[in-house]
DNA sequence: ATCGAATGTGACCACCTAGTCACATTAATT
DNA sequence: AATTAATGTGACTAGGTGGTCACATTCGAT
């Protein structure tokens, strides 16, 4: 947790912000479109114009660039949920579960790339890749559905006897195969019906859960 | 559809049945371990004896040989469905996905190593390879679970103004989900607290989509 | 202007990959 | 026994990979 964690080289660091930025967009593209065994260090070089012994005095290895450009990408994510924490006290469990969905589509929305990327991540069967990314620090969005969960049974919003663990698993792989979904359903084709697609659909798993599906 | 694809080459079912299987069982270890790009065709020349201008011989390349694989992965998972789907007529809807989640579960308990490779294979990003196995023809699950909603809704066991494709779409990520949090939680350790565990997690997701988790 | 440190560079290394092919070996047929 | 057909084999090709290193260039300070 020490400060030691900067990740690249200083060197890179002192490039100009232009270049630096260009080759994180480079990294960031490579790794979105490839997992890690498969991205190329060296066409990140080509299409960043930076000398291999250049890119090696920038960064320890590959899986230097990895985990710093996976960090970026999550720091980006947690800045942009970062503001609606603090209106979730006031809101029942099913409007921070839609907020959180929502919020996450447009995420998606509006950074496509570090979506495809956790996407990615997400899929990765690179384990030391894996393992280094977490290890630096992935937020695990299941402490916070749990505090959700058990904030909303205390509150009497829903059943005490519903299984916390059960209900908060089921809430992370909606989540994901929510984003999956409007990634390849609108990820290519025009923003026109985003809103309300996904908005619908959200919607009508969130009414599943909260409800039941039985006949009453 | 024509019976033109029995994808190996007839050279490799002139291979003795011992050999055959060694290659296939070869074969299936490397895929469910690494994904297509980057399985070797090396290591499973290697691990299983076969020199590689022979192989050559048996397989038309490496995607004709994941193919392969995949098929028969495919062909053994519906077999072991099979006859379930005849008792299926005299079930509830919950009963019938309760059966479908566990059976599932029991396959991946079998079958660890088909099991694993369905998994590599839901994670693979090489279009190219989950393209052609695709088009060999994967069940569409997806289509099974909204025949057993609209068939639940006619019976009134439902109520009608859930949405299909909504539910749909969750018993599959669902199904997916504990398919991998079994996997990865009872993969290595004994198996002695497995069934009670994974029987224990599905009721408790069924109990929260039939009854819902509002108070009442 | 001179020196020294920092940085840029691409040829190169060792190692892997999928796939080929001329040749050796074996099996089957005449 | 001789001929032909089928099959086994591994060196080889062409191309990729991550990473290194001796050298060229640039920059900053004396």
Chains 1, 2 share one sequence.
Do not use: W
């Not at 000398?51 to 090696?56: C, H, L, N, V």
């Amino acid at each position: 947790m020490k400060g030691e964690s900067i990740m690249p080289n200083p060197a890179f660091f002192n490039l100009s912000e232009d270049k630096r930025n260009l080759v994180i967009s480079v990294a960031l593209e490579e790794f979105s479109t490839a997992n890690y065994d498969t991205a190329s260090i060296n066409q990140i070089c080509k299409k960043s114009s930076v000398a291999k012994g250049s890119f090696y005095q920038y960064f320890a290895d590959k899986l230097d660039l990895y985990v710093y450009i996976m960090t970026l990408a999550i720091e980006k994510k947690i800045a942009f949920f970062s503001n609606i924490l603090d209106e979730f006290e006031t809101l029942t469990l099913l409007e921070q579960i839609h907020l959180l969905f929502i919020k996450g589509i447009e995420f998606a929305k509006v950074y496509p790339q570090h979506a495809a990327l956790g996407e990615q991540f997400s899929k990765e069967s690179n384990a030391t890749a894996k393992q280094a990314v977490i290890k630096e620090g992935e937020k695990q969005s299941e402490t916070l559905f749990i505090q959700m969960i058990d904030h909303a049974k205390i509150k009497g919003e829903i059943d005490g006897d519903v299984d916390t663990l059960a209900l908060s698993m089921m809430l992370q792989s909606l989540n994901k195969t929510v984003n999956e979904y409007i990634q390849n359903k609108f990820g290519d084709i025009s923003y026109k019906h985003f809103d309300e697609g996904a908005s619908k659909l959200v919607h009508s798993l969130l009414d599943i859960i909260f409800n039941g599906i039985k006949k009453r």
